[in-house]
């Protein structure tokens, strides 16, 4: 009978094993990718051509200037008062029926175009085509809209 194992000895490779190994699997992805790897070193060399590769390189080394003057850029008032304002405006957004925005903005398109129309016929509103506009369904609907948005408006402007 074999005599039974009672050691085992595991394989340890030296530096340069692992360097050769590595550089052999290196060698097999290169292979396998050359199209990759030339689509890769052309678009370097353009980069290089056009003075991006330098300008990146500058930018890296200059780290810490540029991160100290974006930071002083984006902590200034009018930078700072615009994120709340789109901050606000989002919340806004969010709380407003989406149905009703888009009835609202296909309706102001529509006041748009019939706008557009008068100011090419450049007719003159007298008092009295005001009154008798107002009779008009669509005119009257749109005020009582007009009307509303407004005592709302008003209501939110006093909290």
Not at 110 to 118: F, N, Q
Not at 121 to 141: T, W, Y
Request: negative net charge.
């Amino acid at each position: 009978m074999a005599t039974p194992i009672t050691t085992i000895k595991k394989e340890v490779l030296t530096d340069e094993q692992i360097a050769a190994q590595k550089l052999e699997e290196l060698k097999a992805l290169v292979t396998d990718n050359e199209q990759a790897v030339a689509q890769i070193f052309s678009i370097m060399a353009e980069l290089n051509d056009i003075g991006a590769l330098e300008a990146v390189t500058k930018m890296l080394q200059a780290k810490e200037e540029i991160a100290h003057i974006a930071l002083g850029q984006v902590t200034r008032e009018p930078v700072t008062n615009m994120m709340n304002v789109m901050l606000g405006a989002a919340g806004a957004l969010t709380a407003m029926d989406a149905q009703m925005v888009a009835k609202l903005m296909t309706s102001l398109n529509s006041g748009l175009d019939e706008a557009k129309l008068a100011v090419e016929a450049d007719e003159k509103m007298s008092i009295f085509k005001l009154m008798k506009v107002m009779n008009d369904p669509d005119v009257n609907r749109a005020m009582n809209f007009g009307v509303h948005f407004l005592k709302g408006l008003g209501k939110g402007l006093k909290d």
